[in-house]
């Protein structure tokens, strides 16, 4: 009878052990400090000068930027890559498609039109304005670069895409509350379904927070899928730059 040699494992040296824990702590400092800047941003650019409002954030995204690029994360980590650029041009094109169609049948039907009356976009020259330089430059580009960019990347690091889905949805939810306590007072369709005061403002505030976690999601899963941030920047802007425009089409067409 042969003699079966037992094969044993080697056990890793302690140092493994504590340059991962010292990895993953670092990762997590990463995410906690990119979070706390993200909300001294949104305080600042919503609740001190009107200036603030224009600088900030793109500021802090491109900061945030070159902060983990200097902690160590790639550019696919953070959605830059080269190699992923013609994937994400293509999920960026489908998915501007298919809002354009939505927003298109949304201005047309009567019972959704009035949701549309935005009184920010009530003259054409206004919403081309803000479609195709405020809202890209100021909103959709750093928001992406900051959320699906940088906090995706650091979240994907320490918790996989589930850690990005819960966390980084929540968070994004959260950063509309600033934007979204004049919402029922602003639009015609949702002050008529939420009313004023108090009430419709925290129902406004509600809504806005739940519907742009699930957005965050839908971006965040566009990232993940196209490996690209242009998919999520696309898609970003058709919500906000394409309503933008329909709103002041509904609103030329009612007066």
Partial sequence: MSDVAAVVEPHPHPLVGQLSALHHFRTYVDIAVVIVVLALTN???????????IATVPAAAVGLLLLVRARGLGWAELGLSREHWKA???????????????IAIGALLP?????????NYATISGALIASMIIIPLQTVIPEELA?????????????????????????????HI???????????????V?????????????????????????????????????????LHWSLNGLGA??????WHLST
Avoid: K
């Fill in 194 to 234: 939420f009313g004023g005061g108090v009430v419709g403002t925290i129902a406004g505030v509600l809504l806005a927070v739940v519907a742009t976690a699930v957005a965050g999601f839908i971006f965040s899963w566009l990232r993940r899928r196209s490996g690209s941030l242009l998919a999520p920047i696309a």
């Fill in 245 to 250: 425009l329909a709103a002041a089409m509904v």
């Fill in 111 to 119: 019972w959704t039109r009035p949701m549309f009356m935005n009184n």
């Fill in 43 to 53: 305080l600042i650019a919503h609740f001190t000068t009107p200036w603030a409002s």
């Fill in 88 to 102: 994400g041009a293509g999920y960026a094109l489908a998915a501007v498609g298919v809002v354009g169609a939505v």
């Fill in 147 to 175: 959320f699906r960019g940088v906090l995706q990347g650091a979240l994907n690091r320490a918790w996989g895409f589930r850690g990005v889905a819960a966390a980084g949805s929540l968070l994004f939810g959260l950063w």
């Fill in 178 to 192: 600033a934007t979204s306590l004049g919402l029922t007072t602003s639009n015609v369709g949702f002050t008529r």
